[in-house]
């Protein structure tokens, strides 16, 4: 999957710029499945379940290739999936919400989003495997060259991949700006490769007739199904064409896929096939024996390079989504830096970035090869996929009003397709498929417990709040002293009192001439226009109410939206106001309504969240904060 290094908002790229768009496009969405012709037919005939090297094998198997990137990356991604954005905004959250906007039943959509939530979470696992596998593959190309650099194969690719962590504090906005021409060189490098040695083997063209994928299911019987757990890593990544979306345009990303990307990366398959038939000892590293002996050395240091580029567009997509789960209420609040000044999306998340860095490492040292590794591969990928066509369904159904007839063929199409690549994964669950698995419910099972937690917080919170307009009220028959400037209050529920609020007056008996609560909502669009981002209520005794939205892309910062206030009413004065934060410490208590060992799990990371002060872009020199027990 994944997701989302911005290089800019650009979605919709007018004629005249779709063609360098679609080149930037390359350097981030194809990065994935543009690096899969390192390892896919290799595994397909060395892996745990290998394919006899005979030509009708090789012909059916280059046929399931072209059927699968046709029908799950071209048809089902490109040409359907892609239309179902999110004002733009592509990827399985985006889609979740489109699901939601037209479900009624509570109980469905708790389900939908537990659902599209979980396929996100996977996200995680392919985001630590696709890392490891790509850079390994490509540097065991120096194995082809001589036998001597095989020790040096895995300390390499360990300082590659560790050095690709340590500089994301960095950004990659200037690296980024050579993603799109290497990404091209590659592709052009590929297609070069294949096509030169397609004139050794001209008939290995007759594998787009899909009557040889089928003859070849035919002849191999359950084998040839397994078989399918080695072809699905030649689409890995395509479900990265609409997660990256919003950054590029549907149509630059359509251009660049059928005008170049997949001519490119299927000329490279039919040329290792084409290899083989020629001489079946190829198969111990297709890829690599396609080069000429004086070139591989180079042709190393570019895979390398492509894989680099792969892999930061997966922990760019790990960040994103990151900060959209936090935004969304799915996850604490983490610290983000903002690497780039002109791009908002140039995001690098601490936390998360040395996570995957020790994640990545453990996996290297464990499974030591690419092959081993390939065992891991597929399925958080197909999983997520099948999560895709389920939504994607509900969505051509009551969204866009497909009839059954069309909805239901839709469904049966990709959904048996997705279903075979699953099941024929399934059986490498407990050769290292466990680990993505693992890691997916992991990480699922930490965005439940903190949005149940949150909503169990809150309810217990609502149950001692003192109604606001009681408050009030009381103002006017004992009223406290005022002092001069604005008393800023954030709150969750706008209708009560904040904590923070009552232990300011109990504690300093004064209230500010202004009391601002401010309500911050975070939308399930992208981003939400700068006109539509606040809203002011005044109230009596000095009081006001302002409401803020936010979409999950957008970066909170409270002071600038209060500078919005002014058009309704409101000035603001930062030097002249105070923010009051609430610091709440959890207290378990038996009859909590989480369980024994999520309520434990949700105190932890409670307390373990990032400063509300920072979240929301307030300096830390107008906060005063107030601490106070709950029993949770």
Excluded at 400 to 408: C, E, F, H, N, Y
Excluded at 599 to 609: E, G, P, S, V
Excluded at 616 to 630: A, D, H, L, Y
Aim: proline share 6%.
């Amino acid at each position: 999957m994944s997701t989302v290094l911005a290089e800019g908002q650009i979605t919709h790229a007018k004629p005249e710029r779709v063609l360098p768009v679609a080149l930037a496009a390359m350097g981030v969405v194809f990065g994935d499945i543009g690096t899969s012709p390192l390892y896919t037919m290799k595994e397909v005939f060395n892996g745990p379940h290998a394919v006899p090297v005979t030509p009708d094998n090789v012909i059916g198997i280059l046929s399931l290739v072209f059927w699968a990137l046709t029908i799950v990356v071209s048809l089902k991604y490109v040409v359907f999936i892609m239309r179902a954005d999110n004002r733009g905004e592509g990827g399985i959250m985006a889609l979740t919400s489109l699901a939601l906007r037209t479900n009624n039943s509570p109980r469905l959509g708790a389900g939908m989003a537990a659902l599209g939530l979980f396929g996100a979470a996977l996200f995680y696992g392919d985001g630590v495997i696709t890392p490891a596998i790509s850079v390994l593959s490509a540097v065991e190309g120096l194995e082809v060259a001589t036998p001597a650099f095989r020790p040096y194969v895995l300390p390499i690719s360990l300082a590659v991949l560790t050095g690709l962590f340590v500089i994301q504090r960095k950004g990659t906005a200037k690296v980024g700006a050579v993603f799109g021409p290497v990404m091209l060189f590659w592709f052009t490098t590929l297609g070069v490769l294949g096509a030169v040695n397609i004139t050794r083997h001209p008939d290995v063209l007759r594998a787009i007739n899909p009557v040889y994928a089928m003859d070849f299911f035919a002849n191999n019987h359950w084998h040839g199904f397994l078989a399918l757990g080695a072809v699905v890593l030649a689409i890995t990544g395509g479900e990265a064409l609409y997660a990256d979306m919003g950054h590029f345009g549907r149509r630059p990303i359509k251009v660049a896929w059928f005008g170049y990307v997949f001519p490119a990366l299927y000329l490279n398959y039919l040329g290792q096939g084409a290899l083989i038939l020629d001489d079946p000892t190829a198969v111990r590293n297709p890829f690599y024996n396609l080069v000429p002996d004086a070139l591989i050395l180079p042709m190393v240091g570019l895979a390398t390079l492509a894989t680099i580029i792969a892999s930061q567009a997966v922990i760019s997509g790990a960040f994103s989504l990151t900060k959209q789960a936090i935004q969304l209420g799915y996850s604490p609040r983490m610290h983000v830096i903002h690497t780039s000044e002109r791009e908002i999306g140039q995001i690098y998340v601490p936390n998360v970035n040395w996570m995957l860095l020790g994640a990545v490492v453990a996996l290297v040292i464990s499974f030591h090869s690419s092959s081993a590794l390939a065992s891991a591969y597929g399925i958080a990928v197909t999983l997520t996929m099948m999560i895709d066509t389920l939504l994607a369904f509900v969505v051509v159904r009551a969204l866009w009003r497909w009839g059954w007839l069309a909805s239901v063929s839709f469904l049966i199409l990709f959904f048996i397709v997705d279903f075979a690549f699953f099941s024929a994964n399934s059986v490498k669950i407990f050769d290292g498929g466990w680990f993505p698995l693992a890691m997916g419910l992991g990480v699922h099972g930490l965005l439940m417990t903190w949005k149940r937690g949150r909503e169990a917080l809150a309810e217990r919170m609502r149950q001692d709040t003192m109604p606001l307009t009681l408050f009030i009220q009381s103002m006017f028959h004992d009223p406290p002293l005022r002092v001069p400037g604005t008393g800023v209050f954030m709150t969750t529920a706008p209708d009560g009192v904040p904590r923070a609020l009552l232990h300011n007056l109990l504690h300093n008996k004064v209230l500010h001439a202004r009391v601002v609560l401010v309500n911050v909502v975070t939308e399930d669009i992208p981003c939400v226009p700068v006109c539509e981002r606040v809203r002011v209520e005044e109230l009596d005794f000095g009081f006001y109410r302002v409401f803020v939205r936010y979409g999950f892309k957008d970066d909170p910062d409270i002071p600038a939206a209060l500078a919005m206030c002014a058009d309704q009413g409101l000035p603001f004065e930062l030097m002249e106001s105070s923010f009051f934060l609430g610091r709440e410490t959890l207290i378990p208590r038996k009859t909590s309504p989480l369980t024994l060992w999520r309520d434990r799990l949700f105190i932890l990371m409670f307390r373990n969240a990032h400063s509300a002060a920072d979240f929301f872009s307030i300096p830390p020199n107008r906060v005063v904060e107030f601490g106070t027990q709950v029993e949770l």
